[in-house]
């Protein structure tokens, strides 16, 4: 099946080891229908993890292509490994994608090669999405991670969802102004956030919005 360059969008997965990259990507395939069951680390079932040595350390070791098509898109996503003795063969996936997806573990919070990761994304003008995973692990602290991510990469770093349940799941802010009750903040805060901070960047929706 071809695909016009217009309907494609390629995507690198990038973060720390220990982050849930690929186990993140595999609940990804499963969602879009590209698998039909998740694989497993321990039982090294994984898709991106096929290498025999990769299957036995339980972590990439290498860079991973996986495709899946989403609303008529064909979404390219390249994981990658997340040990700094690996940080080579990830640096020069960047060079082929237009954006980034950076993992932050809620448990770990922002490490030196987030930051690096984060810088080197920036000097290509890549676009960069953060997304903080393990939310539900017993110990997370996502409001923490989230402040520290804005300290660390701007105030423009706001939640496009806010973990709900103890962690059970996530709560949209972005399309609805509000939602369920949050584990800290509130939808409505966020998608206040989210609005003003649009409207700082646009003229026309400034003006639309006063």
Do not use: W
Not at 13 to 37: M, N
Not at 82 to 89: I, T
Not at 98 to 122: C, H, K, N, P, W
Not at 171 to 191: I, L
């Amino acid at each position: 099946m071809g695909y016009a360059t217009s309907g494609i969008r390629n995507i690198a997965l990038v973060g720390p080891a220990g982050a849930g990259k690929t186990s993140l990507l595999e609940t990804l395939l499963l969602q879009a229908g590209a698998i039909r069951a998740r694989g497993s680390l321990a039982r090294g079932t994984t898709v991106s993890d096929f290498d025999p040595q990769e299957k036995r350390l339980q972590h990439s070791l290498d860079t991973a292509l996986c495709t899946f098509d989403c609303d008529g898109v064909h979404v390219n996503v390249i994981d990658t490994p997340g040990y700094p003795d690996f940080l080579g063969r990830t640096l020069s996936v960047l060079e082929a994608v237009e954006a980034v997806a950076v993992v932050v573990s809620a448990a770990s919070g922002v490490d030196s090669l987030t930051q690096r990761l984060m810088e080197f994304a920036r000097e290509r003008e890549l676009c960069r999405l953060v997304i903080v995973n393990k939310i539900d692990a017993k110990d997370a602290h996502c409001a923490d991670v989230l402040a520290q991510l804005r300290e660390s990469f701007g105030t423009e770093c706001l939640p496009l969802n806010l973990p709900a349940g103890g962690g059970d799941g996530v709560v949209d802010c972005f399309f609805q102004p509000h939602g369920r009750a949050t584990d800290f903040s509130s939808v409505e805060a966020a998608h206040t956030q989210i609005i003003d901070q649009v409207v700082e960047l646009d003229d026309k929706l400034m003006a639309l919005y006063l």
